[in-house]
């Protein structure tokens, strides 16, 4: 019954703007809009002075705003909601849970793409083919972009002397024609490669030969032709001619010419084609069918049954047990419901194998979603998942922000990996945290995965409020390794060492070597040595900027500070005294690396850290050399234990055990047995061949130690529970910490302990600890000062905790004495 006094309403929608500012605001709605505005719409409006951004809609209503006057909305871009009701839900609930603004997550979980802003860049589709479809305008801007390669909005406006030109460029990208995207560096390029191949007339046995016998009298020609069969051998086998060869193994061989290699493609007998590569292209699903392992099965069933009462359940499987082939029974199950499945990998892990298993399975009806993709991916797996391509989303932490409508289960791996905490910027959340409630808000399941669960995990299994289900048996009776305890004091004693190098790990090095397997050495420092000392007066150098000394890097003949990046060339004489004597102390996989060379000069070494794989695929490919034998010795970080499945590793070395076990930090225990009990699940994957790892530690009668070479997840877990609990520290506490940062010290230091008081004051004494300053006091040229508060899970109401917390740093946040001080919150921090 639509009334005269109805169509007079004004609408207004208040929008959620990706910028860390901590409310909605309130637009007004053009009539012409009213109709067909949604909530999860994105919309475009101007925020500020000049700027133009794209916000999502949150809630439509008719109550005008009573603080401001109400600009209007102007643009609609979408339809349909592409942020999922479930979504915004979710986005709630984390800027509620850990004190950041709805903005700073809406930041975060927008792909680049999706958010058009002043500050966007346009760029050809590579892709485009259908000019004739474009306005007189468009191709103005078209015609435009190809003579720069990309133009800035503004750029846009100025062309076409129009201000509002949103209309313009999202008919240009509904057609395909443009892509917009947020950096030049990101800018989207498909990999072309190029190749040849024969003429589909000439694949024949017979059309062969004679082909060959014409080009008798050009012998370059006949040159190619016979390159070509050798790499493709076409005889017998017409088939292969079809995939072709890359041109550029032509162009790179000195004894060919283009011309003549032209000329062949001028007469019609080699064609010239380009294909579009994806990384994941080349794998095809398959039908293999796996049959689980009895010890596969009955976790399996386990875990089905458990999820009739359990929201969580917790897979404790050993290294090698086969979680994946466990998942994806469960992926399976829950897909064939019509139900949606996230699969959640920590970022390093993701890039590789684990992926490929899953791609044979699943083929492209699964979406990956990874941060070294380039911003157009994400874009597709967004949409993808919304018009229901992609049931199935494999993907790193950010992967919970997409607009999922539908979850039945997400899957945790490696639910201990601390990668899956965001620390900088906000929103500061915990992805596996995430994950739980999200599951929830979408009446689904979660199962978290791990040979070594996080002691909140395993705490919550034992309490009884997740479900707990082990594999305690690794697949095809592999046996787990076996351990050996090397005393390096002992053996300095007796002038055994070889530098880093203990003569017993040397020993295992050569035997490797000569039977051919591989071996892997873990240290987890980058870089050459930690720092540089002077052997006369002991000067160390240090950044500028933070209160650290700087890490040598031998390679780049640089130091180099690892919190902020400051880079110098090396000392050659100490500044402070001037001698030339200025050594490298302690060590880092470099100069294991390094090592290595000069003792084995004929083994194939390679490093695996930071330095070495920031590229985008060089990850990737030192993991597939290595699968394929074409390294002997892997040397690296933590990198190298992450989720990794090799044939022939037998040997696994790990130096400075100790340094991380006596890490000043209330986790070190844990952590110390996370990493090494996952890089020693590297070894003996295989029942034929059984796997040795070696610790060299100053130490062997630790603790610690004897945990991690019986496999003890058990005892490792009682002792740190007990510690937990004794001095209040998770699971029994949740932990907020409160960093105060400003570039005066006494400033910061003033602040810090402002805060300090006023939160003592109402908390109590031993629940806030500090404010001291961290282990590198000053970052960046700001002073620190931590402030950690322990809130008992049981006895305190957290909701009203965090909202007090948060008071008291407005309150100093807008101190007029306390001039641009910074402060950052952090719940659950680790
Ligand atoms: P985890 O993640 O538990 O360390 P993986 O899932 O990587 O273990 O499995 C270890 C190895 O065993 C992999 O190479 C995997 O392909 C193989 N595997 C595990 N289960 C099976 C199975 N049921 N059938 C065939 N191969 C399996
Ligand atoms: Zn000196
Ligand atoms: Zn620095």
Redesign the pocket.
């Known amino acids: 019954m639509a009334s005269l006094f109805e169509e007079e309403t004004t609408f207004f929608a208040d929008l959620i703007l990706p910028v860390p500012i901590p409310s909605l605001f309130t637009y007004r709605v053009p009539r012409e809009m009213s109709g067909m505005i949604k909530v999860g719409a994105r919309v475009i409006v101007q925020f500020g002075q000049k700027r133009v951004t794209t916000a999502v809609v949150a809630h439509i209503h008719s109550n005008p705003p009573s603080k401001y006057q109400a600009k209007y909305i102007l643009e609609l871009l979408d339809d349909e909601p592409i942020v999922t009701k479930r979504q915004l839900e979710l986005f709630n609930w984390v800027s509620e849970y850990y004190l950041c603004n709805i903005g700073d997550v809406l930041n975060i979980a927008l792909p680049a793409g999706l958010k058009i802003t002043s500050q966007s860049r346009i760029q050809i589709n590579p892709e485009f083919a259908h000019d004739d479809l474009l306005t007189d305008q468009e191709r103005i801007v078209v015609d435009e972009i190809k003579k720069h390669q990309t133009l800035s909005y503004e750029e846009v406006e100025r062309l076409l002397q129009r201000s509002n030109i949103t209309a313009i460029i999202k008919s240009l990208v509904g057609k395909r024609a443009v892509i917009l995207f947020e950096e030049v560096k990101e800018r989207y390029k498909p990999k072309v490669v190029r190749k040849i191949r024969l003429n589909a007339a000439y694949t024949s046995n017979d059309a062969l030969s004679k082909l060959a016998g014409s080009l008798d009298k050009t012998p370059k020609q006949q040159e190619i032709l016979l390159k070509y069969l050798s790499y493709i051998p076409v005889y017998n086998n017409p088939d292969l001619n079809q995939k072709g060869l890359d041109k550029s193994i032509f162009s790179q061989d000195d004894n060919v010419s283009d011309a003549s290699l032209n000329t062949l493609i001028k007469k019609g007998i080699f064609e010239q084609f380009e294909i579009f590569i994806s990384r994941f292209d080349d794998i095809p699903a398959s039908n293999a069918v796996?049959?689980?392992?009895e010890t596969?099965k009955i976790a399996s069933q386990q875990i089905h049954e458990l999820f009739t009462e359990k929201e969580v359940v917790l897979l404790h499987?050993?290294?090698?047990?086969?979680?994946?082939?466990v998942y994806i029974e469960l992926i399976k199950q829950v897909l064939e419901s019509g139900l949606q499945v996230l699969f959640l990998l920590p970022e390093i892990a993701l890039t590789t194998?684990?992926v490929v298993?899953l791609r044979k399975v699943f083929g492209d009806t699964m979406g990956i979603y990874h941060s070294k993709f380039s911003d157009n991916e994400r874009v597709e797996v967004w949409k993808g998942i919304l018009d229901g391509k992609f049931q199935f989303v494999v993907g790193v932490r950010s992967a919970v922000f997409l607009p999922f409508d539908n979850l039945g289960l997400i899957i945790v791996?490696e639910e201990h990996e601390t990668s899956y905490k965001q620390h900088d910027p906000a929103p500061r959340y915990n992805a596996r945290d995430v994950a739980v409630i999200m599951s929830y808000m979408h009446k689904g399941k979660t199962l978290l995965?791990s040979?070594t669960p996080s002691l909140e995990s395993y705490y919550h299994a034992q309490t009884g409020r997740y479900g707990f289900v082990e594999?305690k048996q690794?697949?095809?009776n592999?046996a787990l390794p076996t351990f050996e305890l090397i005393d390096t004091k002992k053996e300095k004693k007796s002038k055994k060492m070889k530098n880093e190098f203990s003569s017993v790990l040397i020993d295992h090095l050569k035997l490797n070597l000569q039977n051919k397997e591989q071996t892997i050495l873990f240290q987890n420092r980058r870089g050459y040595s930690p720092y540089l000392q002077c052997e006369i007066c002991n000067w160390i150098p240090e950044c500028a900027n933070c209160d650290v000394s700087l890490t040598y890097h031998m390679k780049a003949g640089e130091v180099r500070c690892h919190y902020c990046g400051h880079k110098e060339e090396v000392p050659r004489t100490c500044p402070q005294c001037g001698s030339t004597q200025v050594k490298t102390m302690g060590y880092g996989t470099e100069k294991i690396e390094d090592e290595i060379h000069s003792m084995f000069p004929e083994a194939r070494v390679q490093r695996m850290d930071l330095d070495t794989t920031r590229a985008k695929n060089a990850y990737q490919q030192i993991i597939s050399e290595f699968e394929e034998g074409g390294i002997d010795i892997l040397v690296g970080t933590q990198m190298v234990s992450k989720?990794l499945?090799f044939d022939n590793v037998s040997i696994v070395g790990i130096f400075d055990a100790d340094r991380m076990i006596h890490f000043p930090e209330f986790r070190a225990s844990e952590r110390a047995f996370q990493m090494l009990t996952q890089v020693s699940?590297r070894a003996g994957?295989r029942a034929e061949k059984p796997g040795k790892v070696l610790i060299q530690t100053s130490n062997p009668g630790q603790k610690l130690l004897e945990k991690i070479i019986n496999n003890d997840y058990e005892g490792m877990y009682a002792d740190e529970i007990e510690e937990r609990e004794k001095f209040h520290y998770p699971p029994f506490t949740r932990l907020i910490k409160v960093t105060v940062k400003h570039v005066d010290e006494a400033t910061s230091s003033k602040a810090a302990k402002i805060l300090a008081d006023k939160l003592t004051a109402n908390l109590g004494a031993s629940r806030v600890l500090g404010p001291q300053p961290p282990l590198v006091e000053r970052v960046r040229n700001q002073f620190l000062f931590d402030i950690l508060i322990k809130l008992e899970r049981e006895k305190i109401n957290f909701k009203a905790a965090k909202s007090f917390i948060q008071e008291k740093v407005i309150d100093i946040l807008t101190d007029k004495t306390l001039k641009s001080i910074q402060v950052v919150i952090d719940v659950d921090c680790l």
Do not use: W
């Not at 796996?290 to 392992?293: D, F, K, N």
């Not at 499987?317 to 082939?325: F, H, L, P, R, V």
């Open positions: 796996i049959t689980l392992t596969q499987g050993i290294t090698g047990s086969g979680k994946t082939e194998q684990i298993r791996d995965g040979a594999m690794r697949f095809g592999a989720g499945d699940g994957r």
